[in-house]
C-alpha cells in the first residue's frame, strides 16, 4: 500500500505563494498519474490539478489555471504544486493522490494523502 505524505502547508497573505510538495513511498510511482484536491471549509472534494505519469501532460481547474503549477521528479517520488498568487478562496485541505490517467474526478484516483492546511489571509 502506497502512502503519499504532504507537507509545504501554512498560513500565507493574499498574494503570495506556498509550494506543496507530496512523497510518495515505494518504487512504482512513475507508473501513475498524481493529482492535487482540495476541500475548502464546508466544502466537498475539488479538483485542482493533476500532471501525467512522465510529467508530459498536465491539467488544471479554471479557478487555479495560471496561478497554480503541478510538476513532478519520479527519480525522488515526488509531486509538487506551486501556489502563486493566492487568493483568500483557495483556503483548503489540500490533499494529493495516485490514480491511472490524467482525470480530474476523486473517485479515479485509488490512493489518497492525509492533506495539509493552506490558509489564505485577506
Known amino acids: 500500500q502506497v502512502q503519499l505524505v504532504e507537507s509545504g502547508g501554512g498560513l500565507v497573505q493574499a498574494g503570495g505563494s506556498l509550494r506543496l510538495s507530496c512523497a510518495a513511498s515505494?518504487?512504482?510511482?512513475?507508473?501513475?498519474?498524481m493529482g492535487w484536491f482540495r476541500q475548502p471549509p464546508g466544502k466537498e472534494r475539488e479538483f485542482v490539478a493533476v500532471v501525467s505519469r512522465n510529467g508530459g501532460s498536465t491539467n488544471y481547474a479554471d479557478s487555479v489555471r495560471g496561478r497554480f503549477t503541478i510538476s513532478r521528479d519520479n527519480p525522488k517520488n515526488t509531486v509538487y504544486l506551486q501556489m502563486n498568487s493566492l487568493k483568500p478562496e483557495d483556503t483548503a485541505i489540500y490533499y494529493c493522490?495516485?490514480?491511472?490517467?490524467?482525470?480530474?474526478?476523486?473517485?479515479?484516483?485509488?490512493?489518497w494523502g492525509q492533506g495539509t492546511q493552506v490558509t489564505v489571509s485577506s
Open positions: 515505494g518504487r512504482t510511482f512513475s507508473l501513475y498519474a
Open positions: 493522490a495516485r490514480g491511472f490517467a490524467t482525470a480530474t474526478t476523486p473517485a479515479s484516483f485509488g490512493s
